[in-house]
């Protein structure tokens, strides 16, 4: 296999191809940059799963975003391969020269081989398919396991000979969702100058999540003290509604409640014009760091090390246990983190007040 050096290589047109959640896209953005910077005229595209497309809409550093769809895979065989086979043909006549697959599974690497791009880059994995090997002529050897997810993406370019500058993550979100974001808090008497507090304490995955009484003790402490008011937020899954809801019944004080109302734009804009955000290992995290706010992140079974919140100035909260982090879904599979469970709402007050004061 011929090593890929990019500074030798005439390189017109490029796709990267990140089909993960949220947080990863987003987390991708310092790639991006890295080769936006090495081709500042090339045509740079990405493909990205639909329903993580907003995290980035509106980065000058694109010229394409195509948005592939995982539900397809639901579907009747016919009308599956239909969809499918549009999408690989739509990919395939914008006739990439590079093709950079970051994702594990076979559906990148199949759109990486469709693509048509003379260079096609991708993850070295033994354990992969057998096919894959027939696919790429440049490798990437796995980066090291505890670095994090933005260094561990930076490896693509880097070993293309590039070399990455600008590591910030960034989001655009247009005024209008900022304007939305004023009205809902003009509604609860929460005026331009009055400091915000925003908590999203739900993730898609419970085991991620801290106690509710826990929380709704720590909203209570917050709002009473006049420093801030809280603002939280949460996905419009029906079980991160319950536990939302679990977590005002517990309340004495009344924070105000934006869970599954507002687009991630729009968290985004209710992140930025917070003084501080608290929540759990998940996509609102990595939000709130990308826009510039003071985050307080609680770890429990994952890692910190790779997907605590990017940037300087963030405070992460965890147990320095020998059996964290286990990446499990909870103690003996009961979907309850003993380790993120058995923070103290002491612990987290004091990080949140240091911040407000």
Known sequence: MKNLDLRTEPVERILLIRLRNIGDVLLMVPT??????????????????????????????????LVFDPHWKALPLRQRVRWEGKFVREVRRRKFDLAVNM??????????????ARWKVGLHDPRGLWWKKWVYNHWVRPPDWKAHMVEQMLEFP??????????????????????????????????????????????????????????????????????????LTGGKEEKELKKIDGILKSCRTRPVNLAGKITLKQLAALSRRSRLFLGVDTAPMH???????????????????????????????????ECRPCGKDGCQGSKRSRCLEEITEEEVLEKAFHFLD
């Open 32 to 65: 991006i940059r890295a080769f936006r910077e090495a081709f500042p005229k090339a045509h740079l595209a990405v493909v990205v799963n639909a329903g993580t497309e907003e995290m980035l809409t509106g980065n000058p550093l694109l010229d394409e975003i």
């Open 158 to 231: 880097r070993s293309l000979g590039l070399d990455p500058q600008g590591k910030g993550v960034e989001l655009f979100y247009p005024p209008e969702d900022r304007e939305t974001i004023d009205f809902l808090l003009a509604k609860e008497g929460i005026g331009p100058a009055d400091p915000v507090l925003h908590i999203h304490p739900t993730s898609r995955w419970l085991f991620k999540c801290w106690r509710d009484e826990g929380m709704a003790a720590v909203i209570d402490a917050l709002q009473e003290s006049g420093k801030a008011r809280v603002v």
């Open 103 to 116: 994702t594990e599974g076979d559906r990148g690497a199949f759109l990486c081989l469709a693509s048509g």
């Open 287 to 321: 939000i709130a760091a990308a826009v510039g706010t003071p985050v307080i992140a609680l770890f429990g079974p994952s890692g910190e090390f790779n997907w605590g919140p990017w940037g300087n100035g963030h405070v992460v909260i965890k147990k320095d246990w």
